[in-house]
């Protein structure tokens, strides 16, 4: 097990390398000049080589990457072009609140998906699986800032069971959670629904009938554990998708997370921030999908992690 | 409970000669897209306390099917249109599901023909042994896992503490196959229905198996319903035994008059196909005698060695080794068929595989004159000598492609002929195996199990190879087809002079169609001589442990009384620094090789 822990960090750390390298690369080559941005428009053109010469902008490509990975190796990310603040200290107080809504997500698309999956392939052939199977479809299939968009006019302007914006409150979570959830929803309903239609047909599930035990409990104890062991191999997965969607759904709920932070720091070109926003995503990717295989063992004995 | 506790006492009250279980007049049907299609029309049985009733039958004869129906687990499309399966006087197609539940697992067990599946994988042994008793008896969880122990000991399954605890993918075949069974009766059903409970296991394994429900069914005086394509197990079992085909009774009656003086056809030549070990004469090919020394051998394995490392260290190093197949030699001479013997992961397989070129070895393969030292040697042009016959025909064959092609492929791989030649070519390889060459533009769906196993063969005739590794290659067949496909395989071998490296578990197969046969255990021979040496007087006591397991197919049989022997084969994985010992053969008389006694893992 501690092996296997130290192969998987070290193949972590790996990945963080070329996922720094890579962006690094694509930001250097971008057409847009951070220190323009700096400097404003009036700015002379003394003042802006200064300022590149400041911020070691006029240096060659790896000269700039080897200091980055030499400051982020002493867990320094940098400082912020435009916000005069540490990276780290930015997206360190961003952080809870993009969690705790990837953990309402999370919560969301498990709670719709799984059910949904489990109660079409029960009903399989009928107008109720016909009926989950379009609607996943649509989640799938729906851009999330129109089924943000939705949201806000059905649930909050129109009906007013939840706030139009903003963070706080369990009432604030529930829109962007959902939101967010929908896509996986759409994707783990699908998949429950394979995967319970074969394990419904295996040989255990025969036995448990034979012996005489509830419909309830077979569904429930025999099928449902090796039915979704599939699925939570996805989750690890999806921490990376979710990363794409939580920069939609926070500029549309104006929910104060890390989402928000990326994409203001896109459209002023601060490079420090996108690259600290990318590093910490990677990490997240990396863990949750570590986090997956720790889990999968506990579900099911055959799997040995080695 | 309430409901199943009077239905007991008035079964367990009937006198000794009225049945436990009565089916009668009993017809189910498949809902289809083109109507109702019948599988089962008007089958009558009676079963007795403490009676074995065998329903023997090949494939597509129902018998499974009318196992369900008593169960009440027929598939969601197929239902019982006729008739009436009676438990004592309730009768079972009548009752709501909810009776039917209390009744299933309590008064009327299961098991099924795969162990390895049959068992969730992801709860314990003790878990679902607990949770059938659970379901009608109500016990606290203490009760009921004292309960499980106590079934487990039943089945004698050895350290049942510990198996309690353990998930189904740490036991062998043969061991969850007793936890299935302990399972059905750990609540003394009245009736046991075994649907080909030891098809999927070793010859070994399944006497254990077949003994202990034998035994079982004396100490609890449970009926039992035997479904099996196994005349053998028939003939060892049953009491009674009903024929079914295509979904009617052919015939029913006592085994003993079944056996001798069948009185419909269909059971006589059902009968006449069984293999029966020993009923070939030793010398009725001339292969028997000592082999013409002037031929050279077409295949020679020298040492032949396959090791797969396995398990990772701290920096992925592997820490283990499974050694497959342990300096094995032995050749195989032209228009010969060499037999190669032996239970589930002995590595006769893996022999068929490095000899084909798809697992790297060492040790030395000498086909049809060309040397091989290791797995790159077996280039195309040496593949064309050596062809397989897998044990699935279905799949063994692309479904997307016609057999026309698939048996045409060897062709165009090795750039043999013009379209045209390679069509006349496929038209009368198909005729050679039995086909008609109308059937050429059909897709593998289309044929039976049989007919899609002569394709195959079909293909690796295409090449027109020195050698064909059959490997299990008549297994899944009916005992019908087996034996057709069989004596296709003995006529090729005399009008094209190809040689065979026949690979399979059932020694009664082998005895039929072997000149030589070798007997393997954990990656080496223990025996090795012509047919009749082996099976006539064979010297090795593993090689006699198989043999006498073998199930046989005559009810008047008397099978000497033998120790019970609940050993479990040695695993052949070990420590990469502490490789297994090498057994040494030693020459008993006219080429007769018997193995030392002793390790690997006392195969005594």
Redesign the interface.
């Known amino acids: 097990m501690a092996?296997y822990l130290?192969?998987r960090l070290g193949g972590a750390a790996l990945i963080l390398l070329g996922v720094s390298l890579v962006t690094f690369f694509l930001l250097y080559v971008l057409p847009a000049d951070p220190v323009r941005q700096i400097a404003g428009r009036s700015a002379t053109p003394e003042t802006v080589e200064s300022i590149r010469r400041q911020l070691g902008l006029d240096q060659p490509f790896w000269v700039q990457y080897g200091r980055y990975l030499w400051n982020l190796l002493h867990l320094d990310l940098g400082r912020s072009y435009l916000q005069r603040s540490e990276v780290s200290e930015l997206i360190w107080a961003r952080l809870p609140p993009t969690l705790l809504l990837m953990a309402g997500a999370i919560a969301c698309e498990l709670a719709l998906g799984l059910t949904m999956g489990v109660v079409a392939a029960l009903r399989r052939g009928t107008a109720a699986d016909n009926g989950l199977m379009i609607a996943s479809f649509v989640g799938v299939s729906a851009p999330q800032f129109v089924v943000g968009l939705l949201m806000l006019y059905v649930f909050a302007v129109r009906l007013g069971w939840f706030p139009i914006g903003g963070y706080g409150t369990f009432a604030h979570l529930v829109l962007p959670s959902l939101t967010l959830g929908i896509l996986g929803a759409g994707w783990y309903s699908r998949m429950m629904r394979s995967s319970m239609v074969e394990v419904l047909r295996?040989?255990?599930v025969?036995?448990?009938?034979?012996?005489?035990?509830?419909r309830r409990?077979v569904i429930l104890?025999?099928a449902l554990?090796?039915a979704v062991l599939p699925v939570i191999a996805m989750i690890g997965i999806d921490i990376g998708i979710f990363m794409g969607g939580i920069v939609v759904v926070e500029s549309v709920f104006g929910w104060p997370g890390i989402g928000q932070l990326a994409w203001q720091a896109i459209q002023r070109v601060d490079i420090p921030i996108i690259m600290g926003v990318t590093l910490v995503s990677a990490v997240a990717i990396v863990l949750g999908n570590l986090l997956a295989d720790l889990v999968a063992p506990l579900?099911?004995?055959?799997i040995r992690l080695? | 409970m309430s409901l199943a506790e009077p239905l007991r006492s008035g079964a367990a009250q009937a006198p000794d000669g009225a049945p436990v279980l009565s089916v009668e007049g009993l017809s189910v049907s498949v809902a289809t897209e083109g109507g109702s299609r019948p599988l089962v029309q008007g089958i009558s049985f009676a079963l007795r306390r403490g009676e074995t009733l065998a329903i023997a039958g090949e494939s597509g004869s129902g018998k499974s099917i009318t196992s369900l129906a008593v169960m009440g687990l027929l598939p969601a499309n197929v239902r019982a249109t006729a008739g009436t399966v009676r438990l004592g006087a309730t009768d079972l197609l009548r009752l709501p599901e909810s009776r039917m539940r209390a009744i299933r697992g309590d008064r009327v067990a299961m098991i099924f023909q795969e162990p390895m599946t049959s068992l969730n994988p992801v709860m314990t042994v003790g878990a679902q042994l607990a949770e059938a008793i659970r379901a009608h008896a109500p016990l606290p969880r203490r009760a009921a896992r004292a309960r499980a122990l106590d079934a487990l000991r039943a089945v004698r399954l050895s350290e049942p503490e510990r198996r309690l605890d353990q998930y189904p993918h740490e036991l062998s075949g043969g061991m969850r196959q007793r936890v299935m069974i302990a399972m059905a009766l750990a609540l003394k059903p009245d009736v046991l229905i075994a649907d080909e409970p030891t098809t999927a296991l070793d010859v070994t394994v399944q006497r254990e198996v077949l003994d202990l429900l034998r035994e079982l069914r004396r100490e609890t005086g449970t009926a039992l319903v035997l479904i099996t394509h196994d005349m053998g197990v028939v003939a060892e079992m049953a009491d009674r035994v009903v024929v079914m085909k295509d979904g009617r009774l052919v015939e029913e009656g006592p085994v003993a008059r079944i056996f001798a003086a069948p009185r419909q056809p269909y059971t006589r030549a059902l009968l006449a196909a069984v293999p029966r070990m020993g009923t070939r004469p030793p010398a009725d090919v001339p292969a028997d005698a000592p082999a013409l020394p002037s031929a050279p051998p077409v295949c020679t394995l020298r040492d032949l060695t396959v090791r797969f490392d396995i398990g990772r260290g701290l920096l992925g190093r592997p820490t283990h080794r499974v050694h497959a197949v342990e300096g094995v030699s032995f050749d195989i001479r032209a228009a010969e068929t060499f037999a190669l013997v032996g239970e589930s992961g002995c590595g006769k397989s893996t022999i068929a595989r490095a000899i084909a070129g798809l697992v790297p070895f060492a040790g030395g393969i000498d086909l049809a004159g060309h040397e091989l030292r290791g797995q790159g040697d077996v280039t195309r042009a040496v593949r064309r000598d050596a062809q397989i016959v897998f044990q699935d025909p279905a799949a063994a064959l692309d479904p997307r492609m016609r057999v026309g092609d698939l048996v045409a492929e060897p062709l165009v791989i090795h750039g043999i002929g013009t379209r045209d030649e390679r069509r006349a070519t496929v038209e009368s390889l198909f005729e050679r195996v039995g086909l008609s060459r109308t059937q050429l533009d059909r897709y593998p769906h289309e044929f039976s199990g049989g007919q899609r196993q002569r394709v195959c063969i079909a293909r690796a005739l295409a090449l027109r190879p020195r050698l064909i590794v059959a490997d299990e290659s008549v297994s899944a067949l009916d005992v019908s087809v087996q034996a057709r496909v069989l004596a296709l395989l003995r006529e090729l071998q005399d009008d094209m002079g190809v040689s065979f490296l026949f690979i399979s578990h059932d020694m009664a197969v082998v005895d039929s169609i072997a000149d030589r046969v070798a007997v393997m255990f954990l990656g080496q021979i223990l025996e090795m001589g012509t047919r009749a040496q082996v099976f006539g007087d064979p010297r090795h006591p593993y090689t006699r442990r198989l043999i006498e397991a073998v199930p046989v197919p005559d009810p008047t049989h008397v099978r000497p009384p033998r120790d019970r022997l609940a050993s479990e084969v040695p695993s052949p994985v070990r420590r990469r620094d502490d490789p297994p010992r090498r057994l040494r053969l030693r020459d008993v008389g006219d080429g007769h090789l018997v193995s030392e006694p002793g390790p690997p893992g006392e195969p005594v």
């Open positions: 092996a130290i192969r295996q040989d255990f025969r036995t448990a009938r034979a012996k005489g035990l509830t409990r104890r025999h554990p090796n579900i099911d004995p055959r080695r």
